[in-house]
């Protein structure tokens, strides 16, 4: 990804900590996913307002997805790749992946490719994605963000602060400065 991410820039400028928590948006989806036309009274209408709100963010080739991608296996692989200390990487290419290239991020295929980009073993990533003890962490990360609250992706909580939704530099800084976060040394 040529652009620095609001995140990245937040990290590399602040001295703040993230940790990135994967939320399983719609999880009763089924294996392979549902026509978006059959999920949004109208898809190509919302595909168009992705494009222009990530144009907005600098980012031209952003593909929006015709299905509505059931993520459960993706985000148990995930959590293999953050044991490995892998998962900004993982993340990245899955982003990549999925909004970018047109691709799945279901099948066993797919999470091949993203492992194999994210600097993983492919078959072991692949073992993860349906391994109930990956998957119960999957589950575990869902109960506690709807214990706390979580309503949407991303979510980011700033000390008290929390903001839902892609969000530009200047919103994430202002709110970790309010919480006491200081600029990083050069």
Known sequence: MAERSSLVRLQDELDVAVDWVGYELHPD???????????????????GYVQSFAASFGIRDVVPPRVLASTRRFHAAAQHARDAGRLAA?????????????????????????????????????????????????????????AAGVTGIPTFDVGPTRIVGCQRYEVLAEAARRAGARRRSA
């Open 90 to 146: 993982f993340r990245i290419a899955g982003f990549d992946a999925h909004w970018r290239r047109g691709r799945g991020v279901e099948s066993d295929d797919d999470l091949a490719a993203v492992a194999r980009e994210a600097g993983l073993d492919p078959a072991a990533a692949v073992a993860a994605a349906s391994d109930p003890a990956m998957l119960a962490r999957v589950d575990a990360a869902r109960a506690e963000a709807e």
């Open 29 to 47: 989806t089924p294996p392979g996913g549902v026509p978006l036309s059959d999920w949004l009274p109208n898809a190509e209408a919302m595909r």
